[in-house]
């Protein structure tokens, strides 16, 4: 009674808003079900009216979306997006690779435009992610770990495209919105389209070479939709698209992609050899001078010591028989595509990665989140837009947030947040890009939250010997993971670590980085530039300022303020 007397004593009062009667937290209007917890001002009769009420609004808004058509004269682009995860540029057949088969890379970058440079703002999957979906570095609002993700509060490239009218179809991998943030900025999702069938470990637990990835081939093939959810993700995906779906409409596919372990379908786990990577493309050698601490400490706290080259070669050549399969479910989504011209003549393909891999080289295996090599930061940037050139090669750096810019410059969206993205529409159009460009990475740890063996969310991972992961929650405690900052641009690398061994490269003369020249006397002067770059770059971008201001004055005294009935 007390409730329904202050429910009352609300309504008559002037200015009150509608978050109110909804137990005072806008966000309340988004929770999936109602309960006296989350309404607590009703009583239950009424929050089962407003339920019913709820759920028809949401059955009317369900079957209006499905009848697909667009409002008259809208001609904004949709947009389809493949990112498979841990897919580095290198190991493709358009950015140099020697024999790795990529034809539907290499065609998409024929008919449309492939990105040398691009890199990704960190190396690890969630982080990276924030940072490409925000168009903000990952030091502005702290997104630095695994399971700090992009909140409700914070402006996204997606949502600005929701709330003009997208329908965000996401089928995938997360490791980018809080639940919050995701229900506001996606409009449907599938659970369970991710992954890629792969055998069993192939070093037993407790010998040498258990914690390497390595895996034994899967017993089916990449065709079977029911074993691989990368490839289930693209036959919803298309189904999705052939039957009158509502435009436009972004499709996300963040598949798992080349992420290890390393093992792969039957018919792509001998697709190449090792004996083939050592002759035709041979990969960095181990303990190279002047390298970060964790370029030994994978190799110890994962037991590789005593392995050879071949085991190696033999990684790198599962790892190109992934890659391989990621670009035959491109074949297949831009074949579906193609199949529907009136989705094709208006729709965007684009395919890009969170970041890179190891993949033997150095003899490590997997990634390092403070690691800046070049087969971690850089990452394939394919896209074919309407209207757009053929065959364009750009070699002037981006980064990857400006792709999830671009989107919304492409869909004429005004976006009013504070970021650094810069959009490639003019690249897709046929320019070369700015070659003076600098672009940016970030990685590292330093406080005791961060690591990750001390996140409550990731802890048992971290602490369980049998999991893969358990070696490298070792290193992280006993070694440490320095922060870091990446400045790269068409001539020179700097990886800048105020403790631990920071980097230098020229690279005209090294482009695969075996020859750090940091502090070399002759590099001063380009060592002293880019520093200099790196402080202004932070002072620049170290805070934003907030979209929504504050009134200066005081509140209302305590007595003056309402109190609601306990």
């Avoid at 053929?390 to 504070?418: C, R, W």
């Amino acid at each position: 009674r007390e409730r329904e007397r202050e429910r009352h004593r609300e309504r008559e009062r002037p200015g009150t808003s509608a978050a109110v009667w909804f137990g005072r937290h806008p966000r309340s209007l988004f929770i999936g079900s109602p309960s006296i917890t989350v309404f607590p001002l009703l009583p239950r009769m009424a929050l089962l009216r407003i339920w019913s009420l709820w759920v028809a609004v949401l059955a009317a808004a369900v079957v209006d979306l499905g009848q697909g058509a667009r409002a008259p004269g809208d001609t904004r682009p949709n947009f389809v997006i493949l990112l498979p995860d841990e897919t580095r540029a290198e190991s493709i057949g358009v950015y140099g690779h020697p024999f790795v088969k990529t034809p539907n890379l290499d065609a998409l970058a024929a008919n449309g435009t492939v990105f040398k440079e691009a890199h990704v703002l960190h190396t690890q999957c969630a982080p990276s992610r924030c940072a490409m979906i925000t168009g903000r570095y990952m030091h502005v609002l702290g997104h630095r770990t695994q399971t700090h993700l992009v909140r409700e509060y914070e402006p996204n490239f997606f949502r600005y495209l929701k709330d003009a009218g997208y329908y965000i179809l996401w089928m995938g991998k997360n490791d980018m919105f809080s639940q919050d943030a995701f229900t506001l900025s996606v409009t449907n999702w599938t659970k369970g389209d991710i992954g890629v069938s792969q055998g069993k470990a192939v070093y037993p637990f407790g010998t040498p070479g258990y914690y390497s990835f390595l895996s034994s081939a899967s017993d089916f093939f990449g065709n079977d939709s029911e074993h691989n959810g990368d490839y289930r993700a693209v036959v919803k995906g298309l189904e999705f698209m052939a039957n009158d779906p509502p435009e436009p409409f972004l499709i996300f596919m963040p598949g798992i992609g080349a992420h290890p372990s390393y093992g792969a379908p039957k018919d792509y786990y001998d697709m190449y050899s090792a004996e083939q990577v050592s002759k035709l493309a041979p990969l960095r050698p181990p303990h190279v001078a002047k390298k970060p601490k964790y370029h030994e400490g994978i190799i110890k706290y994962r037991g590789l010591e005593s392995f050879n080259q071949t085991f190696f070669d033999k990684i790198n050549a599962i790892y190109l028989g992934r890659v391989s399969y990621v670009d035959w479910i491109l074949g297949q989504l831009v074949t579906g595509i193609d199949a529907l011209p009136a989705i094709s003549k208006n729709t965007a393909i684009f395919v890009t990665s969170d970041h890179g891999d190891f993949s033997g080289d150095y003899h490590l295996v997997e990634k390092w989140p403070g690691g800046m090599d070049d087969i971690l930061t850089r990452v394939p940037l394919i896209g074919r837009v309407p209207g757009g050139v053929k065959g364009h090669v750009v070699e002037a750096p981006v980064n990857v947030f400006d792709l999830f810019y671009t989107l919304t410059v492409m869909a004429e969206v005004n976006v009013s947040h504070i970021h650094f993205a810069q959009s490639l529409l003019p690249q897709l159009m046929g320019d070369p890009g700015n070659m003076s460009r600098t672009v940016y990475s970030e990685g590292g740890y330093q406080y005791f939250r961060e690591f990750e063996p001390n996140d409550p969310e990731q802890k048992k991972s971290y602490e369980d010997p049998h999991h893969y992961f358990y070696p490298r929650g070792q290193e992280e405690i006993q070694e440490g993971i320095p922060r870091c900052i990446m400045a790269k641009n068409g001539t020179f690398k700097l990886v800048y670590r105020p403790e631990g061994v920071s980097e230098l490269y020229d690279l005209k003369k090294d482009k695969r980085e075996l020859n750090n020249v940091f502090d070399q006397p002759d590099y001063k002067a380009v060592q002293q530039e880019m520093m200099m770059d790196l402080l202004k770059m932070m002072i620049r971008t170290a805070d934003v300022t907030p979209v929504l201001e504050d009134p200066r004055g005081l509140p209302p005294p305590p007595e003056q303020q309402h109190r609601p009935a306990p």
